[in-house]
């Protein structure tokens, strides 16, 4: 891999990792409801005047039922769900329990798409899992439970979205497909965002957090994404998984001066452990 690929890919880590104190800053002021409406809308201006190019904008109609599934199970549902997660949880803790998408991926593969499981991989499912009793345990004061399940149901639609776009959309243009459904998610949330609206005006902090996370999180770290799926490839490029837990802990010690407990280091060691023998390409059935 060339060093500007690990420099993009370090980068959108980065950047992805960021999110999830983004949304801590600002789901309180905006409400979630709110939040990831202007999230979608204001992310899929970003990808607008790409969309109108003339070869997009002819792929729109073919792509359009797949625009509308993506829409809900990657984009309004999932965001919906860390941004109500937020209000009950810390920021580094939204980042490790996003980290299961990995080894919840490998599950759905193997009963949707009938893939072999290795025993690392098991392995691998039997770790995540531990990370996520630990993290869970109402000892853990750093989370509510319905925060961590919202976190977790968060991550179980995007393992379902990248297990519907492997079998159903291989071949299909990612560029139409994300940026199209960002911008339906947000008109689909608007009607519902209408009748929870903030009784206060959100502070400016939370406006700025808003811009960061729609525009440089969601818009441009997308385009990020699929240019570096173009360039290194989808395995690779799924490398990033594991960076994410990485620096959403950083941030939010940094900036949101958020503790480091043992419970937190413990859970975080088993759910990274479950995430890259769960990506541990085998060929054992189980």
Request: aromatic letters at 14%.
């Amino acid at each position: 891999m060339a060093i500007k690929d690990w420099i993009l890919l370090i980068s959108l880590a980065a950047i992805w990792g960021s999110a999830f104190m983004f949304i801590k800053i600002s789901a309180e002021d905006f409400g979630p409801i709110l939040l990831v409406t202007l999230r979608l809308l204001i992310a899929g201006l970003v990808f607008l005047p790409l969309l109108l190019r003339a070869k997009y904008r002819d792929l729109f109609k073919s792509h359009l039922p797949g625009i509308f599934i993506i829409a809900i199970i990657s984009n309004a549902l999932p965001f919906t769900l860390f941004a109500y997660a937020s209000l009950g949880a810390t920021s580094n803790m939204l980042g490790i329990l996003n980290g299961t998408t990995a080894f919840i991926t490998t599950v759905i593969a193997y009963f949707w798409l009938n893939e072999s499981i290795s025993l690392k991989q098991l392995m691998g499912l039997f770790a995540g899992f531990g990370g996520v009793v630990i993290l869970v345990n109402p000892a853990n004061g750093s989370t509510t439970f319905i925060a961590s399940m919202c976190a977790l149901i968060g991550s179980l639609c995007y393992a379902f979205n990248a297990t519907y776009l492997q079998k159903y959309h291989s071949h299909s243009n990612k560029k139409v497909l994300i940026g199209w459904s960002m911008l339906f998610g947000g008109f689909m949330m608007t009607p519902i965002a209408a009748f929870n609206l903030p009784n206060d005006l959100p502070n400016l902090n939370s406006f700025l957090a808003l811009l960061w996370l729609a525009i440089v999180s969601t818009g441009i770290g997308y385009l990020a994404f699929v240019r570096l799926i173009d360039r290194i490839g989808a395995v690779k490029t799924a490398t990033l998984t594991y960076l994410l837990p990485v620096f959403s802990i950083i941030w939010g010690a940094i900036f949101l001066q958020e503790q480091i407990t043992l419970i937190i280091f413990g859970g975080f060691i088993f759910v990274m452990m479950g995430m890259y023998l769960a990506n541990t390409v085998g060929n054992i059935k189980s």
